[in-house]
């Protein structure tokens, strides 16, 4: 995947490899008898509970070694936990570990790993029952193992939801979060981001849609190799939601976040999925976006040095 070193996800760029590996074997004039089996294992349990889990995610080291995290329920369903389970190549699939031990709900874990094995889970977290929720973390270290809950991101004074949260790594464990803030009193929305640096933490979120967006949503990130990252989302225009845009910022590592910037329309609809991007480790990437106003899906490309191109239906 381009989205370097961080979670793999269903998307039009993951479609476009299997597409590739189709018309390499297809087309190849080599014969196919050699070719390794590639079908798939036996499907294995990797959680314990006898209660419902969902909500599943999964990253990829560039060994193999893989991390996925859920979301498991109560005996009773009503409650929400986050756990997580590591597969090592050449062992298989270690215990299934309880990530945080909040009695509040959660929802919506994400997680991405860096070149070393070492992985960060993010989620949503009410503050307290039916009430607003924050953004948390934990890490994993390889070969030590998860650390504590990291406030990433809570409003303690002021009735918004943060929510939605994606998170990338770079090859150095470096990491961008974002995610939606909600303020339901005058429905309000605006897209956030923080970033982790190995030995000192989470810095400050930083506000990339402006607080003079009625609705900016659905955003997704991706980094390069040394960590400078690219933030996709849905925006409508100014404080009217009948028209929605697409709009990315850039951040720079030891400069900081660039200006947004306008890379594509969504014809009129700012209630569609939110857009997905990839990164190679150079810097250049490929945004995609569906446009349910002409159905279709659209792309913008950004080469590093450079800036936008022009978006075109693909």
């Not at 980094?223 to 400078?228: F, K, P, Q, V």
């Amino acid at each position: 995947m381009g989205k370097s070193y961080s979670s793999y996800k269903n998307s039009g760029v993951f479609l476009a490899c299997l597409v590739a590996l189709v018309s390499f074997f297809g087309n190849s004039s080599q014969p196919l008898a050699s070719t390794p089996s590639m079908d798939w294992s036996p499907a294995t349990l990797v959680e314990t509970g006898t209660t419902t889990a969902s909500s599943p995610k999964i990253a990829v080291d560039p060994n193999g070694n893989i991390m996925a995290v859920w979301v498991q329920y109560d005996m009773n369903d009503t409650d929400q936990t986050i756990y997580a389970n590591r597969y090592v190549v050449g062992s298989g699939w270690g215990t299934a570990t309880l990530l945080e031990t909040s009695d509040l709900p959660v929802s919506n874990p994400r997680i991405a790993v860096d070149s070393n094995g070492n992985a960060i889970a993010v989620w949503q977290q009410q503050r307290w029952a039916g009430g607003p929720s924050g953004i948390y973390a934990n890490r994993y270290v390889a070969g030590t193992g998860w650390g504590t809950v990291t406030v990433v991101y809570v409003d303690t004074t002021n009735y918004v939801w943060a929510d939605d949260p994606q998170i990338a790594v770079d090859p150095n464990g470096n990491a961008m979060a974002v995610w939606a803030l909600h303020d339901p009193s005058w429905s309000h929305t605006s897209v956030h981001a923080s970033r982790y640096v190995v030995g000192t933490g989470w810095g400050a979120a930083t506000n990339l849609s402006g607080e003079a967006v009625q609705s900016a949503y659905g955003a997704d990130v991706a980094l390069d190799s040394i960590g400078n990252a690219i933030v996709v989302w849905y925006q409508a225009s100014g404080t009217s939601n009948s028209v929605a845009g697409m709009y990315a910022d850039r951040y720079t590592v030891g400069t900081g976040w660039g200006t947004p910037e306008h890379i594509g329309t969504s014809e009129g609809s700012w209630s569609a999925p939110g857009p997905r991007i990839a990164v190679d480790p150079n810097g250049n990437a490929i945004a995609v976006w569906y446009a349910s106003g002409k159905p279709g899906i659209s792309a913008n490309r950004y080469v590093a040095g450079t800036g936008w191109g022009t978006a075109e239906s693909i």
